[in-house]
């Protein structure tokens, strides 16, 4: 047993030195036309051998390794705690939201422009993933190219913008609308898929868009992007120090006030709060009709949703039109926040970020949802220092959660439902 | 109500059901029985549209229906539970009882949004429905319970009820009695017994215990190797000398 575990031990160090050598112990350099190749530093050789060292080590006493890490349950925090009485947990939840919502109106007033700047990427996020949610949590049908739908909202808005010179409040439903309506389209042909097939295929209808959008340089600008898209006005009013639109007044001329910057960013992320609050009331409202029910249903057993009279056509549509509708009506305040759009803000990671999001949070959970939003988009921010590291503490932080809460930060509770003893 | 011509259902080479008749007539049960492999649940997947029949026809209330949609077959007004129960297990037992009235709900997205008297009232009638059966099935008590959570006696009666709230014409049920205790099988009868004579259901009925079987069925079909054998009252089958051949003989 022991010899066994040396001589894999050996094995696995010898490959970490085959392959580290040579991508980080060597390094082409260009000198004028010609390549010359050279040796790294002293101290990248001494840590290429240390790691094939602590491979060894590890490999060696795998099993006492893997051992500890499954007593790792037994540390977690929130171990062997009671589960809270259902009716307690649903009266704290609706008053942490509702504090939370109370909280995040003052808030912007007394923090700076740039906290708020990155609240309101924090509520796109937050729209994100609720609409996200309704696709992979609710529906259980796997969605890796949810980021076309922004895509599709942020530049219905870029470019009605550039050719029409259309405002916020018109594109904000314009692009929704669209993105739904391309939410239906891409859900047609996928209506069969289940699992990872339905994964893979969305994952490369996400792709698809992105290089659309990329290539198509006359319409799109390409890589370039698009740029001067306006700012949401209230009323008529726009922030801007000078106003840009005929017909339209300015906001601090109006008020007798003085300009300030400020404005603006509060002013976006007071929409954003708005949207975000409307998104979840309409999804919350979502899972208690009918049309909620069938999606879990669907989610649960199609054999038996369908046995019942069910169409699983009209069930996957609707959630994948219903989650790309929120996806759009997120981008478009994207759009207006960023004042500039190109394909790079749509990259898969972002696809893989607002699934965490929806993950971590509980599948289902709205404010779980929300709290995860917070932390992934947040904690990367606070800790600029190892920005270096983000993906890897992101990874590790993902690997605990799975440990300690597979279920999530805060797993779905079912609704309650008072019945009437008949006759 | 419903009529069954010459049903066949081919796998490859394999031919799962040959020339299967049956009808079925109002308020009636009418058994299928046959040895494990017959055939039974290949009708059964025939019936409610998960197969589409190589052959023969399927007439439910003088229409043709082979090959309808499974969604579309249990709207007609059959519906059917399974050999292994199947429950939206992470729901609640009442959810499963909602979802089932899909059909006498208000579907309408901007109804339910905005809650209109009409939606609100066609709410509370499906929750009065789920609370009905449920009382009816014995389990009232744990209407907020993930059905999931079950025992499995349990899951089976709420799989009746599931199909109940639905207000079917025809119930199709897939060897109700496996794996119940012989209490539990005792209920069971009396309600299928109940299902015919208080709400006008017809049943057919796939079940391996012979006494369930015999009691309650006003006629039963018996296949073998996905032939029909024989069909007819329980007393003549009981004394049907094919039947005790298959049965008996070949043991
Ligand atoms: N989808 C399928 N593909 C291929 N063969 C199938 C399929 N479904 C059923 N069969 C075959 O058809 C035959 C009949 O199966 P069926 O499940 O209808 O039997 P049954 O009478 O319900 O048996 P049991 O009493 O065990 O439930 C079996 O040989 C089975 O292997
Ligand atoms: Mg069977």
């Known amino acids: 047993m022991a010899a066994n575990n040396m001589r894999h031990a050996l094995f696995c160090a010898i490959v970490t030195l085959i392959i580290s050598f040579p991508i980080l112990g060597l390094s082409l350099e260009a000198k004028g036309v010609n390549i010359t190749l050279s040796g790294a530093k002293t101290s990248t050789y001494v840590a290429i051998v240390l790691a094939a060292v602590a491979v060894f080590v590890f490999q060696t006493f795998r099993d006492t390794f893997m051992g500890a890490l499954g007593k790792l349950p037994n540390f977690n925090p929130l171990a062997g705690r009671e589960p809270m009485e259902q009716t307690k947990r649903v009266k704290l939840e609706s008053w942490l939201l509702t504090g939370i919502v109370v909280f995040a109106l003052f808030w912007p007033f007394l923090v700076s422009r740039g906290s708020v700047d990155l609240a309101t990427l924090v509520l796109i996020y937050i729209m994100l993933a609720l609409g996200l949610n309704v696709v992979v949590g609710l529906a259980g049908l796997l969605d890796l190219g949810y980021v076309a739908f922004y895509a599709v909202g942020a530049y219905t808005f870029a470019l009605l913008s550039q050719y029409t010179g259309i405002s916020f409040w018109m594109a904000l439903p314009i692009g929704a609308l669209l993105a739904g309506l391309t939410g239906m389209i891409l859900g047609f042909p996928v209506l069969r898929l289940r699992g990872d097939y339905l994964a893979i295929v969305t994952l490369g209808f996400g792709e698809i868009i992105r290089i659309l959008l990329n290539n198509w340089t006359t319409l799109t600008g390409g890589p370039n992007g698009i740029g001067g898209i306006p700012e949401p006005t209230l009323f008529g009013m726009e922030f801007g120090r000078r106003v840009k639109e005929e017909g339209n007044t300015s906001f601090h001329e109006t008020f007798g006030i003085a300009y300030s910057g400020e404005h603006k960013v509060i002013f976006l992320y007071l929409i954003a709060l708005v949207l975000a609050v409307i998104t979840a009331l309409i999804i919350r409202r979502f899972m208690r009709m009918p049309v909620g029910r069938a999606w879990e249903a669907l989610r649960e057993d199609e054999i038996a949703a369908r046995s019942l009279g069910l169409s699983r056509t009209a069930v996957k549509l609707s959630a994948f039109t219903i989650g790309a509708f929120f996806a759009g009506f997120a981008g478009t305040v994207f759009a207006s926040k960023q004042g500039f759009i190109s394909p790079e803000s749509f990259v898969f990671l972002e696809s893989a970020i607002i699934l965490a999001i929806v993950v971590l949070g509980g599948m289902g959970s709205q404010l779980g949802v929300i709290l995860a939003a917070i932390a992934v988009t947040i904690l990367p921010e606070l800790a600029r220092e190892f920005s270096e590291y983000r993906m890897l503490i992101f990874g590790a932080a993902m690997v605990l959660m799975m440990v300690w809460r597979p279920q999530g930060l805060l797993p779905v509770r079912r609704i309650q439902i008072t019945l009437n003893k008949q006759g | ?251």
Request: hydrophobic content about 40%.
């Open chain 2, 1 to 251: 109500m419903l009529e069954v011509k010459n049903l066949s259902m081919r796998f490859g080479g394999l031919l799962a059901v040959d020339g299967v008749s049956l009808d079925v007539q109002e308020r009636e049960i009418v058994s299928i029985i046959g040895p494990n492999g017959a055939g039974k649940t290949t009708v059964f997947n025939c019936l409610s549209g998960f197969y589409k029949p190589t052959g023969g026809k399927v007439i439910f209330e003088g229409r043709e229906i082979q090959g309808t949609p499974d969604y579309k077959i249990s709207r007609l007004g059959m519906v059917r539970t399974f050999q292994h129960v199947r429950l939206f297990t992470q729901m609640t037992v009442v959810e499963n009882l909602l979802v089932a009235q899909h059909r006498h709900l208000n579907t309408n997205m901007l109804a339910g949004l905005l809650g209109t008297p009409s939606y609100k009232e066609r709410e509370q009638k499906a929750l009065d429905r789920a609370a009905y059966w449920l009382e009816r099935v014995g389990l009232l008590d744990l209407a907020n319970r993930d059905a999931g959570n079950l025992a499995y006696g349990q899951q089976r009666r709420l799989e009746i009820a599931r199909c109940m709230v639905t207000e079917p014409k025809l119930l199709m049920l897939d060897e109700p009695a496996a794996g119940l205790n012989p209490a539990e099988t005792k209920e069971l009868n009396q309600l299928i017994v109940s299902l015919k004579e208080d709400y006008n259901v017809s049943v057919v009925l796939i079940e391996h215990d012979m006494s369930l079987v015999m009691d309650i069925s006003d006629r039963i079909n018996v296949i073998n190797q996905g032939k029909p054998l024989a069909s007819g009252t329980p007393e003549e089958i009981r004394h049907n000398d094919d039947v005790i051949k298959a049965y008996l003989g070949e043991a």
